[in-house]
């Protein structure tokens, strides 16, 4: 059942991605633009490249969805609202993530087209250079819970809030969350007046819905992350009496915002350049991140 | 025949399955994602035994380092599109022979090791997790430090290696 519900709201979830993607982007507010862009996708031709690897160019768009969900599935959005409490849950985010990867320099390379491909390698150079933001941040958040669970990880905030706790870890994680869902600045590799569309160049009709739709639940998970990892989960504010579900959908809903924001007021940039920056100073901050959680864990317990 | 056991040797001969793919194809990408797939069922393997942790682990890493693999090796032999028609073996004879002698080697550590007696019960993946950190940082401490340690100079050493020295004044 938890599943049912899940899936139902990641669809819900996309939708308002799509919606506040559509206005902050184009300052147009429509809610009923992604409904007929879908129905529009499915009615399209699809055309397919004259020499595809068959393979990656089908599996492309459907892995990167499939990963996207598999995220989400250990994202809890209430107490009892998780497809799966994993043990390793915090683990499991970053392995199910890192199929965005796979599933983009598939896309990228299967359809045989120098655009897609280009998209596809500049991905795997962005992965380079968030990847360690990624997965050192959850390892600071996993220090304080004592624990793999993303459920524990929600309830050791109850006190203090992550953002509070580890800002460090708050900002890096959130950049690479950008930069992990490829939206703006970190887009090179969709870029549509460069590349024509990137990856997504040589997809058409359905399977280019799939792989759009792989991206806005891609978004709606990160957020979904950055609000257990950061944001203390469903717990509200004190004194504001809402329930937890309500709390989970306003803060996923408010940082999905400030990410396509964000990404509105900064040029693009390149992911060579990225790449170079992550790793002179992203990696030694998010070192140092660690270093301080583990000195305040260990004396203020 | 328990589900476990079905899933494990489902996974057990995917993973060579991918493991044979990665020869049987002449483009350096193809190679490397069947090479990745052969891993992530190995990973698979660990989660049908019931090693959460190893197995998310495994399907974790893999993904990264062989996507890594897919582009370094697509850097040095410049080919993109992996149109060259590369040849994904070498020294065929001696390959052969060491994949057959190691292959011997594991069947034989396998059969004949007194493995003692098979565990009935096993902590829940919570307490492996926990009992797998303690390990790591206790008993076995030095081994994986040196060894973290060994393969980051490999990589420091052989990209270094790789890198074609730039004249003074010839760079860009």
Redesign the interface.
């Known amino acids: 059942m938890n599943t049912l519900i899940i899936l139902v709201l990641l669809l819900l979830g996309a939708y308002f991605v799509a919606v506040l993607e559509n206005w902050i982007s184009k300052g147009r507010f429509q809610l009923g633009a992604p409904l007929f862009a879908a129905v529009a996708f499915l009615g399209r031709e699809s055309f397919i490249p004259r020499k595809p ?1 068959q393979l ?1 160019y089908e599996v492309g768009p459907v892995l990167l969805l499939l990963s996207a969900i598999l995220a989400a599935a250990v994202i809890p959005l209430t107490p009892d609202l998780i497809i799966t409490d ?3 849950g915090a ?2 985010i ?2 199910a993530l ?2 965005v ?2 599933a983009l ?2 896309a990228g ?1 299967g359809p ?1 087209g ?1 655009y897609s ?2 998209g596809g ?1 500049r991905f ?2 962005q ?2 250079a968030y ?1 360690m933001l990624i997965v050192m941040p959850i390892t600071a958040v996993a220090m304080r819970a004592e ?3 993303t459920t524990q990880i929600v309830v050791s905030q109850a006190e203090l809030w992550n953002i509070v706790y580890q800002p460090l870890g708050f900002v890096l994680f959130f950049i690479a969350s950008m930069a992990l869902a490829f939206l703006p600045p970190f887009d090179m590799m969709i870029a549509k007046g460069e590349l024509a569309g990137g990856v997504e160049s040589e997809y058409s009709g359905m399977r280019l819905a799939i792989f759009r739709l792989g991206r806005l639940v891609l978004i709606i998970t990160l957020a979904a992350a950055t609000v257990v990892f950061y944001l203390g989960g469903w717990q509200g504010l004190p004194g504001i009496g809402l329930p937890p579900w309500a709390w989970s959908a306003i803060k996923i809903l408010l940082v999905t915002a400030a990410m396509l924001l964000i990404g509105r007021y900064i040029p693009r940039i390149r992911e060579a350049h990225l790449l170079s920056w992550c790793w002179i100073f992203g990696i030694p901050l998010a070192l140092l991140n660690i270093f301080i959680v583990g000195v305040l864990v260990l004396e203020f317990p | 025949m328990t589900a476990q056991a079905f899933f494990i040797g489902f996974f057990g001969l995917a993973s060579v399955w991918f493991g044979i793919v990665v020869f049987r194809t002449y483009s350096m ?2 190679s490397a ?1 069947a090479l ?1 797939f052969s891993q992530t069922a190995l990973g698979a393997m660990f989660l049908s035994m019931q090693a ?2 190893l197995g ?2 495994q ?2 890493m893999m ?2 380092e062989m ?2 693999m ?2 370094f090796m ?1 850097m040095f032999m410049m080919d ?3 149109l060259g028609e590369m040849d994904m073996t070498h020294q065929k004879r001696l390959s052969l022979i060491a994949g057959f002698v190691s292959f011997v080697a594991a069947v034989a550590v396998a059969v004949f090791v007194d493995w003692g007696p098979v565990a009935t019960t096993f902590p ?3 307490q ?2 926990v009992d797998l950190g303690l390990e790591l940082l206790d008993r076995s401490m030095l081994i994986f430090e040196t060894a973290g340690i060994t393969i980051l100079t490999a990589m420091i050493a052989a990209t270094a290696v790789a890198i074609q020295p730039v004249k003074k004044g010839d760079d860009k």
């Open positions: 690897d990656f994993l043990a390793t683990l499991f970053n392995a890192v199929y990867l796979v320099l598939m390379w045989d120098a491909m280009i390698w795997l150079g992965l380079i990847a624990s793999l669970l | 990408m193809r994602i990745l959460e942790f998310v682990l399907i974790m993904a990264t996507s890594i897919a582009i697509v993109p599109g992996g829940d993946a919570a492996q997790t």
